[in-house]
């Protein structure tokens, strides 16, 4: 009989995608192709119905956070004050198919089984901050193997427990991250003394973790991670391609310079929007991405008046501005921003791994991107690299991306091959490899 895991998968159903929902889908792809028995564990903002599976399943997926006067006077003021010290139920999702089929619930198709717990990311940072202990999760079927996906201080008793530990940018760049500092510091500390097994995504990351926590060093597995798009999009022309970006950005092939990602302070927006005014090229920048953190700085200077201009085009004369923002768009238009691009600008301060740069080097986009963190690890000599504080450095790596034909044809041969190096096939391997030593 194959062996259950449970994937904690919180991050999957959030309204707007994350590095760590990019990771949790490919994850659970790989597990299910490694032949195990994969379930999800998910978190319900409301009480579900326990006597009607077709209310609780309409519930779960209407996804409105509710709480009531029980809640918001005895069970929060419960858990601030005693934790959770019986643990916390995860009760299986029935599946009646009353709910249409829709981009959550193909999200959530590939699991076995659902197992959904009422806001146990609260309790459990409740009940750490009480105790200085690990919330225990008690799913109504105990899996061989629970594999935390990112850093909440919960486990499953009588399973193998795996973390993932993406990075520790909120105690490297503290000024960075909105979180609260001691709490992720002791979640860390005892994540990585209580669970059986650490991965995490980059040697950089690896090199952070022992820094920081005392643990022996063959306790971490890295795995790095790997870019899972659909044939459809990796197979559509150039010519497809050029027609969406026209249609819908007014964009034109090679025409213009990416950024994506969110906008948040470790994205470096302002430093990257500086270099490129200072470059003067003529080439839009385009930034795509939701709103973070802290961006209103970044907003004020995509907004400045001089980045507006005038342009016919087609006996139409159309205001057109030199830098853009482009809020969250769909995974098949962000796929054809990529490819159109003349290259893609990611001079971010610190990554764990960086996959926006493998998302670029996997569909041939010359890349710039910062000297510092994981971020030479990922792209090797596949990108053209910059001090991510140095504003006329990165001016002029664009002005040079911006004349050089010949740079930009290296960098993308080079990407294409370095992106080889994680690969869908190798990345399960490695997952596989740590799943084994957990569980033997």
Avoid at 282 to 287: D, H, M, N, S, W
Avoid at 421 to 436: G, Q
């Amino acid at each position: 009989m194959s062996k259950s895991i449970l994937i904690e998968a919180y991050n999957l159903t959030l309204a707007r995608g994350t590095g760590i929902k990019t990771y949790v889908k490919a994850l659970s792809d790989i597990a299910c192709e490694l032949g195990y028995k994969v379930d999800a564990l998910l978190q319900s903002d409301r009480r579900l119905n326990r006597r009607d599976n077709m209310l609780a399943e309409i519930a779960f997926f209407e996804g409105v956070s509710s709480t009531n006067w029980k809640d918001r006077y005895l069970r929060e003021p419960l858990e601030v004050a005693v934790g959770v010290p019986f643990g916390l139920r995860a009760h299986g999702l029935a599946r009646t198919g009353i709910v249409l089929q829709g981009s959550t619930d193909d999200l959530l198709a590939r699991y076995n089984e659902l197992f959904v717990a009422y806001r146990f990311v609260n309790a459990a940072r409740r009940h750490f901050r009480r105790h200085g202990r690990l919330l225990e999760l008690k799913p109504d079927r105990t899996p061989d193997l629970f594999h935390l996906t990112h850093l909440a201080p919960v486990r499953v008793r009588g399973a193998a427990n795996i973390c993932t530990v993406h990075d520790v940018i909120p105690l490297r760049l503290p000024n960075a991250t909105l979180d609260n500092k001691k709490h992720f510091l002791n979640s860390l500390r005892v994540l990585c003394r209580d669970c059986d097994r650490i991965l995490t995504v980059s040697e950089c990351s690896k090199r952070d973790i022992l820094s920081i926590v005392d643990m022996p060093e063959d306790k971490i597995d890295v795995t790095y991670q790997a870019v899972s798009l659909p044939p459809a999009l990796l197979e559509r022309d150039e010519a497809q391609t050029a027609n969406i970006l026209d249609n819908i950005f007014r964009l034109e092939m090679g025409g213009y310079f990416l950024f994506f990602g969110a906008l948040e302070p470790k994205k470096n927006v302002s430093r990257l929007i500086d270099a490129y005014a200072a470059s003067g090229v003529k080439a839009p920048l385009v930034i795509a991405g939701g709103l973070g953190w802290s961006y209103e700085s970044e907003v004020k200077q995509i907004d400045q008046e001089h980045f507006s201009s005038w342009r016919i085009r087609e006996e139409e004369i159309r205001r057109e501005r030199r830098v853009r923002h482009v809020d969250h768009v769909p995974l098949s238009h962000l796929v054809a921003l990529i490819r159109g691009a003349r290259a893609v600008l990611f001079p971010s301060l610190y990554e764990g791994f960086g996959l926006p740069v493998l998302e670029a080097m996997t569909l041939g986009a010359p890349v710039m991107t910062s000297n510092v963190a994981s971020l030479p690890e990922v792209a090797g000599e596949a990108a053209l690299y910059v001090d991510p504080y140095d504003i006329d450095e990165m001016t002029r790596a664009i002005v040079a991306l911006d004349t050089d034909a010949d740079l930009r044809q290296g960098l993308k041969g080079r990407g294409l091959e370095q992106a080889k190096k994680f690969s869908m096939d190798i990345y399960a391997r490695r997952i596989a490899a740590a799943y084994d030593a957990t569980l033997r």
